[in-house]
């Protein structure tokens, strides 16, 4: 019993073991995401500047899939690299679009929650100091008076801008270690992660592989979700010991990963992004306690024999 809490332990608790990770190169940093680039002119295509350095080439996504495959001597052909390349070129920005969007949410909700003081106001009396210090950001531009016509140039019956929103909004132009809160890079990091995955999935599945090269990035990708830990790479791994999930589990098990996710959110926003690492290892224990509840004895087993096998 003591070897299948720890093959589990490890299979839950073994987030930050990605050193190997096949990385498209979708995301930075996540506050850099949150700004947004000014819109060019429609239609106007500037001409480069007599002399400039000539625009470096894009970066190869494929670097770690051609070494993978040429490894297993099912290597790559050009015309395939170009088919995988079409993919990323179009769910890349989708991606990065995602993720900015679920951002400035992110952001706009803490605003929401947590408003700014009004200028020159006196704190209630008896009120304690707040507990988190609020985001440093540059002052928004001043909003129209309540009842005033909408800006020129604004849609007729176009509503005011909600403050929340604008709020966010006038936070790009702070630095991002000021502007984003822990919470929200934290959250943004482990959703960048999914994404990544996901995209490392369509990849390996692509109908421009044959089967073999297929083969070779379906394993590949597998074992990169099993080093993240938690819900995936248990599922995963409860797959290929030949024993899944029940249709009835799965749900109960991702909503225990759901609620783990939640307050472990919860304690990163209580601490200003660095939470007690002895509250986490409670969290941990109890959703590892949960799962194992979960558990048939013949899944129970097969994680047995997985330890014995390692």
């Known amino acids: 019993m003591h ?32 700004s947004t680039s000014a819109p060019a002119n429609r239609g106007a295509t500037p001409a480069p500047a007599r002399g400039a350095a000539p625009a470096p080439p894009p970066p190869d996504r494929l670097v770690r899939l051609r070494e993978a495959l040429a490894k297993a001597e099912v290597p790559m052909s050009k015309e ?16 990065q679009r995602t993720i900015r969007t679920h951002g400035q949410q992110m952001l706009a909700a803490r605003a929401a929650s947590n408003p700014a003081p009004v200028a020159g106001a006196a704190p209630p009396a008896g009120a304690a100091a707040p507990a988190t210090p609020p985001v440093a950001v540059p002052p928004p531009a001043a909003a129209p008076p309540r009842g005033a016509p909408p800006a020129a140039g604004a849609p007729p019956g176009a509503a005011a801008v909600n403050p929340a929103l604008q709020a966010a909004l006038a936070a790009r132009g702070a630095p991002p270690s000021s502007r984003v809160p822990a919470e929200v890079i934290d959250a943004l990091e482990v959703e960048m992660r999914q994404m990544n995955d996901e995209l490392f999935g369509k990849i390996a599945s692509s109908p421009a592989l044959d089967a073999k090269q297929q083969d070779v990035l379906t394993r590949m990708s597998r074992a990169q979700i099993r080093s993240r830990g938690g819900y995936d790479a248990l599922r995963i791994s409860m797959e290929d010991a030949g024993t899944p999930f029940t249709e009835e589990q799965l749900p109960k098990v991702k909503a225990l990963f759901e609620d783990q996710k939640k307050t472990r959110e919860n304690l990163v926003r209580e601490s200003q992004g660095t939470p007690d690492p002895a509250k986490l290892k409670a969290l941990e224990l109890e959703t590892l306690t949960k799962v194992v509840g979960l558990l048939v004895p013949a899944q129970r087993t097969a994680l047995s024999n997985l330890i014995r096998s390692k």
């Open 80 to 95: 395939q690299e170009v088919e995988l390349n079409k993919i990323l070129d179009v769910e890349i920005p989708a991606m």
């Open 3 to 34: 070897r299948l809490w720890g093959v589990l332990a490890l299979l839950l608790l073994a987030s930050h073991a990605f050193a190997q990770d096949v990385d498209f190169g979708a995301f930075g940093y996540p506050g850099s995401l949150l």
